[in-house]
């Protein structure tokens, strides 16, 4: 997920080819970012194919629409969660949706959205800014143990413990406001040791990230509902980047099996060496796909 230039969508090769694309048809982008894999079915389905993308970010929506170009006019942009795709489309069936669940590089590099504690920004992290409360609104309000409960559940943080306490004790001197102040207060409180590979402070941005937008939320359900959007032979494939999201769709593509699917991967497909080297945010990608039996 680099920068619009040089844009590079996660697994774009495996994408492709476990879709089946092909020209002509009806494609779903569910999560359109900077455009990268929607660019791709475009080129990839040329003269007639067809595209609905959707993102719940309309900044990211505007710098899609120059991303695609000369091809933009095949296909229909509209701000929207990947859950409304089943309304979107209607009576229409899908030959290929596609899902990359993961927050894209513009989102990540702006620090006034406050997704990264790599630079300093306000405690924000909405996708959608137009809607809901913000991290800090979460870390200045949540009860102790509730807080702990959530960094454990969405972070898988064993010290959610310790580090909801540091943020209530900073958050009585003053308000947390900004990724900094949140990632020093995590890092003080988060345990010292040799094994932890990551930032002290990574488990729990990712957890209120899930929160804040309710990343977690329905999401088996939406993908039984998108699943049923698939024309006869249509295919679907989602790229998760955490484990969380991973076992939501492991477990409900599982349950899809038995039910008029059939499984593309039985093993999650991962970012080859040589693509992780180009885009090292491309590492924790998970990608599953599933195709709709011509009976259906």
Partial sequence: MGSDAGHVPVLLDEVLELLAVRPGGLWVDGTVGLGGHAAALLRATAPDGRLLGLDRDTDTLERARAVLGPVSDRA???PGDYREIPERLGDERADGIVLDLGISSAQLDDPERGFSFQADGPLDMRIDRSDGETAADVVNRLPEKALADLIYAYGEERASRRIARAIVQARERAPIRTTAELAEIVRRAAPRGPR???????????????????ELDGLSEALERIAGCLAPSGRMAVIAFHSLEDRAVKTTFRG????GFALLTKKPVRPSEAETRQNPRARSARLRALAREEAA
Avoid: C, G, M, S
Wanted: charged share 30%; proline share 4%; no cysteine.
């Fill in 196 to 214: 932890r590979r990551l930032h002290p402070a990574t488990r729990t941005f990712q957890a209120l990230r899930i929160h804040v937008n309710r």
């Fill in 256 to 259: 899809l099996a038995h039910r």
């Fill in 76 to 78: 229909r942009l509209e």
